[in-house]
């Protein structure tokens, strides 16, 4: 039995604040700033968004992509994400609601820092394989965090986007999954605490790279496949510079991690974010072509994917917007209004 | 209204996550919120629920800048009356919209939002709201 993606949607605020707003108010060199991240603006949410509404708007793109699936033939819904807005309370349960999933069906948060809804890909391939359900809904989403004047300021961004796996009608199959884990003190945030604290330099060698690069080893390894059997490659986007180089170690061309790479107008989603990069590929890749995405959790995790397209792709991804098309649709912010919708004054 | 009781919260909740109301199936007439009896048809009445398509315009509209407490932190913000394509008119607010740019007659559509939370640690209600319905995703692609 074939297991694979029967929908996806993508969703982005409409906000956006430039690097040298942010830069401007810490007295820090904005060109210096876009140059090491690679990063020229970030996605910020309205004062009435959070985790919950955007992985409702990204679900309900994915809905309409899937237009097989009957919203009551979800048997799991799972929200990844490490900003859920209640700390007891499932934004999965909220997002199963909106979308007429309820109430014959499971449901659960998952948190692993940045990968957590791959994690939730990985679990409905197995429910639905394994003939528990029939269709399984993983959505990654976030309004990430980040402590004023702090680096992670210029990159910490809200998006989300939804997958909906299944066996039936696939736009693409997945043709193997290998994850690779380890308990790396490289990013966290204690229970009660605003923001997250990181170990700087620290999130790049031992951390990002040795994940990244071993998840997708090991996948390609069992799978017998190597760099150039993949028309594209889609890696967790922290920064511009990141994905990069982990293609470069890994061998990979820029061209292949090039349509996949959305992070330098809308900044990092966390939980979205390779997601994010996977539907952008999904919004133009032609059937027969491969794709590898491999995610990366902080804490620290990675999984890897190793992706064909089918012919049903064509028909289905005019059904709901591109990621282009959120990407491009913008209003800039200044500072003042972003301290406003990210509630970073007491009051 | 600083505290919403959870049950209050809940026996709404459906109605404003789906846009659901209802309508007769003897008469067709829709109604939002939904309805146990049709006041036209009154014992003759078929009363189902149905989801509606979150396609609408702009009935009318004003600009709240003095707020109720819980709402304070969006002023200035649009709320309008919107006249569902299927009938009902709603009152919502208008999102991802400056108050300059909201006219009567202009197309909208459905998106799901914040409604309003209580405090820091209360309930979150979320619900729809509406914003500028824009098609040009489908010349893009």
Redesign the interface.
Known sequence: MSVGIVGYGAYIPKYRIRVEDIARVWGHDAGSIKSGLGVLEKSVPSLDEDTATLAVEAARNALKRAKDVKPSEIGAVYVGSESHPYAVKPTAATVAEALGIVPDTTAADLEFACKAATAGIQACMGLVKGGYIKYGMSIGADTAQSAPGDALEYTASAGAAAYIIGSENLVAEIEGTFSYTQDVPDFWRREGAPYPRHGGRFTGEPAYFEHVVKASKGLMERLGTNVSDYNYVVFHMPNGKFPLRAAKILGFTIEQVRIGLVVEKIGNTYSGSSLLGLAAVLDVAKSGERILLTSYGSGAGSDSFSIIVRDLIEERRNLAPSVKYYVERKEYIDYALYARSKCLYRG | MSHIAPPAHWRR??ER??LLGSKCENCGSTFFPPTKVCPKCRRKGRIVQT?FSGKGKIYSYTIIHSAPKMFE??TPYILALVELEEGPKVMS?I??CKPEEVKIGMAVEV?????FEQDGEGI?S?GF?FRPA?N???S??
């Open positions: 909740a459906k996550y789906r989801e932190k969006y607010q999102v991802d998106c799901f939002r914040k409604l979150i979320y709201k824009d040009s995703w489908k893009l692609q």
